[in-house]
């Protein structure tokens, strides 16, 4: 590999190994004290703002699925990695525009950032037209209802943002698949009271919707916490990567 080294460090691999330990030792005492399966939870690497040249580091040392939230940053670097022979699992984590899903169901395996039904169709007639297999998709909830941040509303009716309209619209949409939910702490919540929220909104929606039982919750700051609650998907960024310059 190509010594692309951005951050100074004279031994990323090792420093990114070092960061993949300490994440992979947390995420396993969490599974110990909540009683769960190792197995159950898979851990997505957030790459965001960090280099193609990470990804692939990361690849190499086990890592299996990697997350962006920006498709301008990532569409390039999915390149890149596949260019050099890496195929890790894309997750995109954040807001994305209608115009903007075209380009992303190109390299995505996953979109886990679906809050309202026009997202939905644009999805959809984006993965028809632009990918052979199905999209995965976990819808985005609301945790505190607060309309600035996104997601869908949990016990609301409305018809482009109720959780249950974009669930419907999803398991009808020709090229995508109902896989779960997700979300993310609201600022200012403790995680606990945020994910056990969670927990509930996800038990009444597996009731629905059986098939769809990944739920994507927990980052760095909150990892055990949403573990606890049965998240089988955390997304961890600066744990693993370091501090990123951007808050983002
Ligand atoms: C950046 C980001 C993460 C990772 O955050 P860290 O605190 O760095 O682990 C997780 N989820 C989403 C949606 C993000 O945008």
């Given at each position: 590999?190509?010594?692309?080294?951005?951050?100074?460090?004279?031994?990323?691999?090792?420093?990114?190994?070092?960061?993949?330990?300490?994440?992979?030792?947390?995420?396993?005492?969490a599974c110990v004290?909540?009683?769960r399966?190792r197995?159950?939870?898979?851990?997505?690497?957030?790459?965001?703002?960090?280099?193609?040249?990470?990804?692939?580091?990361?690849?190499?040392?086990?890592?299996?699925?990697?997350?962006?939230?920006?498709?301008?940053?990532?569409?390039?670097?999915?390149?890149?990695?596949?260019?050099?022979?890496?195929?890790?699992?894309?997750?995109?984590?954040?807001?994305?525009?209608?115009?903007?899903?075209?380009?992303?169901?190109?390299?995505?395996?996953?979109?886990?950032?679906?809050?309202?039904?026009?997202?939905?169709?644009?999805?959809?007639?984006?993965?028809?037209?632009?990918?052979?297999?199905?999209?995965?998709?976990?819808?985005?909830?609301?945790?505190?209802?607060?309309?600035?941040?996104?997601?869908?509303?949990?016990?609301?009716?409305?018809?482009?943002?109720?959780?249950?309209?974009?669930?419907?619209?999803?398991?009808?949409?020709?090229?995508?698949?109902?896989?779960?939910?997700?979300?993310?702490?609201?600022?200012?919540?403790?995680?606990?009271?945020?994910?056990?929220?969670?927990?509930?909104?996800?038990?009444?929606?597996?009731?629905?919707?059986?098939?769809?039982?990944?739920?994507?919750?927990?980052?760095?700051?909150?990892?055990?916490?949403?573990?606890?609650?049965?998240?089988?998907?955390?997304?961890?960024?600066?744990?693993?990567?370091?501090?990123?310059?951007?808050?983002?």
């Amino acid at each position: 590999m190509p010594d692309a080294n951005p951050t100074g460090c004279p031994d990323r691999r090792a420093e990114l190994a070092a960061g993949l330990a300490w994440v992979r030792s947390r995420i396993a005492d969490a599974c110990v004290a909540a009683g769960r399966d190792r197995s159950e939870v898979t851990m997505v690497a957030v790459t965001k703002t960090y280099p193609a040249s990470d990804v692939l580091a990361l690849a190499g040392l086990g890592v299996s699925d990697v997350g962006e939230n920006r498709d301008q940053e990532a569409a390039g670097k999915a390149a890149e990695v596949a260019a050099a022979g890496a195929d890790p699992r894309w997750h995109f984590i954040g807001q994305l525009q209608r115009n903007k899903c075209r380009s992303v169901v190109r390299y995505a395996d996953v979109v886990q950032s679906v809050g309202s039904v026009r997202l939905v169709r644009a999805l959809g007639l984006a993965a028809v037209a632009g990918r052979d297999r199905p999209l995965d998709v976990l819808i985005q909830v609301s945790i505190d209802a607060d309309p600035v941040r996104g997601g869908a509303l949990p016990g609301s009716a409305d018809p482009d943002a109720g959780l249950y309209p974009v669930a419907e619209a999803v398991a009808g949409a020709d090229g995508l698949r109902l896989a779960g939910l997700m979300a993310v702490a609201p600022l200012g919540w403790e995680p606990e009271r945020a994910f056990a929220r969670l927990a509930e909104v996800a038990r009444g929606f597996r009731a629905a919707h059986p098939e769809a039982v990944a739920l994507s919750a927990g980052m760095s700051g909150d990892l055990e916490t949403a573990i606890g609650y049965g998240a089988t998907h955390v997304r961890v960024g600066s744990a693993l990567l370091g501090m990123r310059s951007t808050l983002r």
